[in-house]
């Protein structure tokens, strides 16, 4: 157990609150950077789909996780990002151009649902954002002469400086950094007033005004940050899939981003990483079991989707905070090893608190 | 005129399905403010019993339909008992993403039972009628009638019967109710157990229409489209919602098909957009 | 002018008149009191003044600033802060980013400055950490500084609810049944706190409050409201002594 002896009153304003943090930090960025070295094609290929959903899942959890906002639609924000990305490439442009015009439109169209959305709540939101991804997606299939339709569209790779990114790890290390300035901005915000106002937002909409937060402002900002990352993560997903058709961000795309938070934790932003990381290994750890279990139960179509969904229902009724809060509990049971008490962590009993009275 | 009449028609029946779907919605919602985004897989399921027993293991129709009820009531109070009852107090977004959860498994151990191959029930309906120039399949009159039916006999419960006041009681307030001495637990596993047979009862009507497979569960959403125009909280606003629903898509398909797949979410949106909380809102101010 | 000032305030809930054509007026640096019987519409007064509620009629004037022209989230930048009967604290929070939250009002940082967390964030923040310490110390909170919300006993959310008010650096301070949950000793250190945040901190406040002997010891006037109506106003002794009130707590006494 490590007892913090703050002097100044900056040392809370840092990211990394003591020298564990920097070493083990700093010792995950280089692991992550010198990962090429070590891993083959195949993995390092699925490292970048991690990263990709990380980022993705990233973007999520600033509109769900920390304004308390819940979206069904965030696929839709994949969706515009990839097809503008993939768009300003075949025209010729470099992913300079192409990348930021990716996360502008996505940003447009958070701008598009947050306005309307900023003034529903709970389960309209759920609702309206679901709806709305729909409609993108239906969109995408109709527009046939800018995204290919239902044919689908070819994703040219991405193109820095005239050079051409052909290699896996390449577009390993091009991700895994954007994906770091993401996550910095993201906890820039979390350590400014702006994101205080978001948590306020999210635990009373009430008291927050009465102290002076616009909800609304909060909602629409929170909205629009949150649909340019995940922009990003699509512009990226589209040069991992290097093949789009509208069908790929339909709604289960969208269940499985919101999974992915919900499984590492909502609220922090240690859980984006933990769910993309488990949502990842899950995937892998699933069509090899599919290839080790006899042909008739493997074989059944299907059974990826259902080990989803047990997981899901598993994960809320058994541990609803995510495997972040699990990871906090073993963490305190070995700080405090000998005098750990079960009760520290034990949920209190709830009643319905209605959500009906706003 | 007569093709007017003919969509309208063909849009009520359909509206009548979703209509039944948003009830099983309303009725959870009101009850337990828990969103069962697993509605329509549950209409699903009712389809898929309702075709092994009439079927496969060969019941005759009269027989299989309320069998099939019974069965799904029963699966309907044991989700309740075994997983939902669990996130009771816990945030929206944990029920919400429980439920589409629940809905992931149905639609994939629907897949892995039945298969993925289109059935069908051999329906005791059949035929047409034609009236004022427009012919109507008789399973779209059926759907009506026994929508209406339905609505009668549910409205008259929650009117008079002991049960159906103790749920209105508890949709209320849930602490009071208890406190009143109504079995809380029991009354929304009776409200989960109502509503899976309602849904069950919209999948044994829709059965002659569209063939029966898992993804009909996604139908679902559109049921929940129907909801949120209604006003969630709203039973006769599901209905209502229901219907205009069903109307909206024959006529957008007929008259303006490049939006025939959005148009109801199109609607929803407007709806939505200009009140925040449906046609016939349930939500107050909270008391500070 | 008064400080604040209301005029004939009415509001009803379908059908029911919450609140009757009810004027008052406050002078700045004075304690003031409102009591009632449960029901009397004492709490939609102050909802009235947050403009969570919108008035059938009247108006609401503090130091020159019409209320009604206003949103509720432009009421903290006047000066006005608040608490709440059923505490609204941010509970998946710590008890300093509660009392930051405060400092809303205060900020200036562009969003721009805020995302990439620039030299002058870094300073308005420290000197905001500064001010809630301030409060923190006032109150006497700092072994709870870091604690969650969540995991705190209902007496102290209270006293963060007061300290997360007092970091807005209020004129005016509302406080719904501050005493309401509170053991007899919290009831007593509340009263002194009441008196200390007049004396020193030179804030407004108005409290709506049940227990009497918390009432008499810390305001000045008192209002007495009975269904939405005032019954009367004054001093203490004489408004408890109305037979109005005396009659609307105890029933006809004859």
Known sequence: MRILFKTNYKQDLNLAKHSGHRFWYGLLILVLLAAPLILDGYYIGEATRVLIFAMAGLGLMVVTGFTGQVSLGHAAFLLIGAYTNAWFLAQGFSSFIALPMAALLSMIGG??????????????????TLVFAIIVEDVAGHLSSITGGNRGMMVDVPMLFGYQIWQSWELYLFVLIILVAATLIVLNILRSPLGRAMIAVRDSEVSSQALGVNPMKIKVFAFTVSAAITGLAGAFLAHYMLFLTPQIFGILLSIQLLLMIVLGGLGTVHGVFFGAVLIGVLETGISIAKDALPSSIGGLPGIEPLVFGVILVSVIAFEPTGIYSRWVKIRSYMEFFPIYRRKSFKRQRVYLKTERLK | MNEFLQLLIVGISQGCIYGLMALGFVMIYKATEMVNFAQGDMMMLGSFVAWTLIMDLGMPFWLGVPATLIVMALFGALVDILIVRRVIGQPQFAVIILTLGLGIIFRAAAGMIWGHVPLTIDSPISGFSSFYGIVIGNERLVIIAVTALLITILWTYFRYSKWGVAMKATSQNQLAAYYSGIPVRVIISAVWAVAAAISALAGILLAPITLIEPMNGLLGIKAFAAAVIGGFGSMPGAILGGLIVGIIEPFAAAYIPAVKGSMVYIVMLIVLALRPQGLFAQIHKKKL | MSFLEIKNLSISFGGVKAVDDVSFSIEEGSVYAIIGPNGAGKSTIFNLLSRFYEPLSGQL????????????????????ARTFQNLELFEHASVLQNLLVGRHVHNNQSWWRQMLFTRSVVEAELEHRRKVEEVIDFLELAHYRNQMISGLPYGVRKKIELARALCIEPKLLLLDEPSSGLNPEETEEMGFWIEDIRRDLNITVVLIEHDMSLVAEVS??????????????GSHAFVQSHPDVVSAYLGDVK
């Open chain 3, 220 to 233: 000045d006037r008192v209002l007495a409201i009975v269904n939405g109506r005032v019954a009367t106003e």
């Open chain 3, 61 to 80: 004037n503090f130091s020159g600033n019409e209320l009604l022209e206003l949103g509720a989230k432009d009421i903290a930048r006047l000066g006005i």
């Open chain 1, 111 to 128: 701008l598009l649902v947050a306005i309307p959305a900023a003034r529903m709540s709970g389960i309209y939101l759920a609702i309206a």
